[in-house]
């Protein structure tokens, strides 16, 4: 996050002892490992312009194109962020598909230095033929269906999966109930926020071992506050909710308000009613829907208010 890493003092400290080594009469790879992968520097220097993903449809085959790239990305006012992206943005690109259809999903690598993968919880797939590593500058296609409904993330499955996934390679694919929603001949307007956290760039031990520095909603910690989501007095709102994690849940709830339906992941077989606060473990998801009856700002959050305060806030306006 800022110029100067802990990974860049590391690698200071490692040309000091290399040069100590050396005047020692050792070899410096005796004395200590390279623990900067190669290219890495050259990722650091690099922000590719987000790129629409494509989306064709012919009957119920859909066909997916989306590009893996470096990109930066604003995680808070001024604090720039040297993501590993899906599409140049994090989170990637909302995808929906319907229930039944076939997925022919191409992945673009456009990172110079980096394998990566796409890992879709929304499909039936074996993963060590299809969640499979795509090169640096090449592409990968791979088919699978769609058949169950729900709110899904998708994020990259390189390895060490934690490092692409807190880097920032996740995103939301909705697969649309192919008879929809009980609900939806009620919904006035509907809304996606993903939850994530962000820590130190592009270190692993701290992914492995801290706190999350921010945990965010939609990528950022000011969007949803600065432009709220708006609604109508009387409006019932629909709200896809998922939690990328890489390793916190979220506590998801809206001030002001009791949930009158949530469907669990997603499926429409998963109803609750009523509920003040819906569980999301790390990748898991949910339908949320709400009908406001008096005009106010209300605030979104998840109940650990640690990570509310770190970024995971938003507003839902409402308006006579
Ligand atoms: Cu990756």
Known sequence: MGQFTFRRLASVLMVIACAAALYAGSRPEEVVADPKPGGQEEQEALSQPPVEPEIRREGNQVYITMTAQVTNVEISEGVIYNAWTFNGTVPGPVLRVKEGDMIHFTLRNLDPVMPHSMDFHAVHASPSSKFIDVHPGEDGTFVYPANSPGVFMYHCGTQPVLLHIANGMYGTIIVEPADGYPTDAEVDR??????????????????????????????????????????????????????????????????????????????????????????????GGAVVEVTVTEPGDYPIVTHQFNHAAKGAMAVLRVTE
């Open 190 to 283: 509907e809304y996606t926020i993903v939850q994530s956290e962000f820590y130190e760039e592009n270190d692993y031990q701290k992914f492995l071992d801290d706190e999350p520095a921010y945990v965010v909603f939609n990528g950022d910690d000011f969007t949803l506050k600065e432009q709220p989501f708006t609604a109508r007095v009387g409006d019932k709102v629909r709200f896809y909710v998922n939690n990328m994690g890489p390793n916190e849940v979220s506590s998801f709830h809206i001030v002001g308000t009791i949930m009158e339906d949530v469907y669990l992941d997603g499926n429409p077989r998963n109803r609750l009613y009523g509920m003040q606060t819906v569980m999301l473990p790390a990748s």
